[in-house]
């Protein structure tokens, strides 16, 4: 024999408003820019990687096929299929971040993920205005097109094998070699090339199987630190010239970085979380025992002391404080034909860990307006967030990482930078650029670089 369950009606009305709660949290979690794929997501990665595959296999071969036999078929040939290829990137861009945007706008999302995908819809509308401008003048200049199969074979680029790995486009591009005169048989396997191998390490070389904590530790040796130790915002400025060059801030437990890099030189200032951002109680501190470290005995700084202990130092010179006011101008190393970018890296709220309230984030946009404010419209800032140390984490790395012999196109050299943060398993930023003046090396230094392989343009088909 069963008994009855009888339940009152006022707890049936509490238990449907929980229910109701939680079904409504469940259903609007998507649209919480926290819960959207990270750049540490292994699917998020993946697809990424698939839009950049698909781009290798079905575009690129398109455009050079274009510039091979220039006509009008072979034209909207590559339109058709720009067309086919934009929506599954505006798609993608949108599941990673719903809420960012593409960087044509001047204000790339703040995630290395995020920032691929929007840089390569910006370069699938830079070739189809290429074409379309080829059409109009009947294909008597591909330039446009040359330089634009060049920057999204760049982009492109998932693997970090040697020249032979079956890429479509790379090192081995004729086009990157002499946009001007491209071949009109770049397949003949009887046409020899001489292309170096690549600089920059990466994560996933055989040495680090992928660790991205056991790269950056590795990478960070020997590298220029931004000095910590001292109580105050510190900084490094390096101009970009024909020696390799690492900066580093290791050991980042929640501060906050600021990087500024273009062609021709880097900017990296770290500001302490404590005593930049926040305050100290120390009397209840000691009264409970407590460290001044534990993030509970911390206040927000009143706004006249953040700008002291922080905006000031990017107009004032202090101790290992180089100012960045002095390098702003239109000669300067931070202008937009130096292809300058900035981002300004800032520990998130953790679960069961420090929560930063709007004030905080308040305060790291008054950085990145000081920033844009100093050096100028052209340049905006880009938040990206890091996971502040705490329970199963370590502390974090900053890597800037430049090489101004990254590859040899003929007799052409390619310097190249990136910059690395936290643990994420892909690079924030990459800028390649043919290397000023200042950062070439004696053609003889080719052979020092690294491996030069004697291949045949149809195997010459690794990226980058």
Same mark, same amino acid.
């Given at each position: ?19 109701? =709660? ?13 819960? %959207? ?26 455009? *050079? ?24 990137? *505006? ?54 097109? =040359? ?50 191998? +690549? ?31 001292? +109580? ?74 953040? *700008? ?6 990017? %107009? ?59 050096l100028g419209d052209h340049v905006h800032p880009i938040r990206t967030g890091y996971n502040r ?28 930078? +990136? ?26 230094? +080719? ?18």
């Amino acid at each position: 024999m069963y008994s009855t369950l009888t339940i009152h009606p006022s707890w049936l009305a509490l238990i449907s408003l929980w229910l109701l =709660a939680n079904i409504r949290s469940t259903t609007a979690a998507p649209q919480d820019s926290n819960t %959207t794929p990270s750049s540490n997501s292994p699917a998020a990665t993946s697809s990424v990687h698939s839009l950049q595959n698909e781009i290798s296999a079905t575009l690129i071969p398109k455009i *050079e096929s274009l510039l091979n036999t220039p006509n009008k078929k072979k034209a909207q040939d590559t339109i058709d299929e720009i067309d086919k290829v934009k929506p599954g990137a *505006e798609e993608l861009l949108h599941n990673i971040n719903p809420e960012s945007s593409s960087t044509s706008n001047g204000k790339a999302p703040g995630t290395d993920l995020s920032i691929t995908v929007s840089q390569i819809e910006d370069s699938l509308k830079k070739v189809t205005s290429a074409v379309q401008k080829s059409i109009k003048n009947h294909f008597s200049n591909t330039n446009d097109i =040359a330089n634009t199969l060049c920057e999204i074979t760049e982009l492109t680029d998932t693997s970090d094998e040697d020249l032979d790995s079956g890429r479509p486009c790379g090192m081995g591009c004729s086009v990157c070699e002499n946009p001007a005169s491209f071949p009109k048989s770049s397949a003949k396997r009887d046409e020899k090339r001489v292309f170096s191998k +690549r600089q920059l390490p990466t994560p996933q070389d055989a040495k680090y199987g992928g660790n991205v904590v056991a790269f950056l530790n590795d990478q960070s040796r020997g590298a220029d630190e931004v000095t910590l130790g001292v +109580r105050t915002s510190t900084a490094v400025y390096h101009a970009l010239k024909n020696k390799p060059y690492k900066l580093t801030v290791p050991g980042l437990t929640g501060c906050t970085v600021v990087i500024v890099a273009s062609t021709q030189a880097v900017y990296m200032s770290h500001h302490y979380e404590v005593p930049g951002f926040n305050g100290v109680n120390t009397d209840q501190a000691e009264a409970l025992n407590l460290r001044i470290d534990d993030p509970r005995m911390w206040f927000p700084l009143p706004q006249r002391e953040f *700008e002291d202990r922080v905006l000031k130092w990017f %107009t004032t010179d202090g101790l290992d404080m180089p100012n960045l006011r002095q390098y702003a101008g239109p000669n300067g190393p931070f202008t937009a034909q130096d292809r300058t970018a900035a981002y300004v890296i800032y520990p998130l709220s953790s679960r069961g860990g420090v929560k930063y309230d709007s004030e905080y984030e308040n305060k790291v946009t008054q950085i990145i307006n000081k920033v844009t404010e100093i050096l100028g419209d052209h340049v905006h800032p880009i938040r990206t967030g890091y996971n502040r140390l705490g329970a199963g984490n370590v502390a974090k790395t900053i890597l800037f990482h430049y090489d101004p012999v990254q590859r040899w196109r003929g007799k052409v050299q390619d310097a190249m930078l +990136r910059i690395w943060a936290a643990d994420r398993s892909m690079y924030i930023h990459q800028k390649m650029w043919e290397a000023h003046q200042s950062q070439k090396v004696p053609q003889t230094g +080719r052979r020092k670089r690294g491996d030069l392989s004697t291949v045949s343009t149809a195997t010459s088909m690794a990226s980058l």
